[in-house]
């Protein structure tokens, strides 16, 4: 399916609510095709690291509050009961991160080399890029179970896993290819070549509008089509200082966000 931008008309900021950090922002649209139009960054590499909102109908970004560290968060995914839990790399720990208001709770160490995450149909799926394997995450512990080996080199990428399909998907910035991924193997089939050359990925799939959108080192937010592998530009500016990696779909609407 393909996306019909939302048409935001109105973004306003409200201070001192509690609840969603210290600010509420507001969304007004002619197409309320729901409350979830937008993604959510971590841009970790800022001199002030922040949780960026990007409006899928918008010009530019916003932040949502600052991340108490320049810690190397890459990458982010929703659960379903709209937990949004972190892959911290430097420190080998799974996250769970508020949005709103940018206060962290550690989960747990994965026991590995786990960079890349992304919802499963239990839980959390992730990717070992020390071990280039796939592997199903406790969300309550962090730590990660082996699956089974994904048969090529799985840096430089990202994860998306499509519900209604029940497909997981990877997009490699190192082979610049979709690839299908056995959720009982591990196994890594190569679909098809991108049309255009990424580096860093981030990918997810946006539930509400049954779309893939991906993002890398030019921070430009692209659709993609994964029948052929094309990349269309949005217009949208993502905000980041440097690369993005990651981008995370809502499953519920934010507090903080209306």
């Known amino acids: 399916m393909s996306h019909s931008p939302r048409a935001v008309l109105a973004f306003g900021l409200a201070f001192g609510l509690g609840g969603c950090g210290d600010r509420l922002l507001t969304l007004g649209g002619q197409d309320t095709d729901g409350d979830l139009d937008y993604l959510i960054s971590l841009d970790w590499l800022a001199d002030d690291p922040r949780v960026l ?28 009961d709209g937990r949004l839990y972190v892959a911290n790399k430097e420190r080998s720990v799974i996250e769970e991160l508020d949005p709103c208001g940018c206060t962290i709770r550690e989960v747990g160490p994965h026991g590995g080399g786990t960079t890349i995450l992304a919802p499963g149909p239990e839980g959390l799926l992730g990717v070992d890029v020390a071990q280039d394997s796939l592997v199903e995450i406790d969300t309550d512990t962090g730590w990660a179970e082996l699956v089974g080996p994904l048969g090529t080199d799985f840096n430089n990428s990202g994860l998306a896993w499509l519900p209604r399909e029940r497909r997981l998907i990877a997009v490699s910035g190192v082979h610049n290819s979709i690839f299908e991924i056995d959720r009982e193997s591990g196994l890594a089939n190569d679909l ?10 981030g990918i997810e799939y946006h539930r509400s509008l049954e779309q893939v959108y991906v993002c890398s080192d030019d921070a430009v937010l692209y659709t993609l089509d994964l029948a052929t592998g094309e990349l269309g530009v949005l217009p949208v500016i993502t905000g980041h200082a440097g690369l993005c990696d990651n981008l995370a779909a809502p499953t519920v609407a934010l507090p903080c966000v209306r």
């Open 53 to 80: 909102l990007i409006p899928l109908g918008g010009e530019k970004s916003y932040s949502l509050c600052s991340l108490p560290n320049r810690e190397a968060r890459n990458s982010a995914v929703f659960a379903d």
């Open 192 to 201: 098809v070549a991108l049309d255009t050359t990424l580096g860093t990925v």
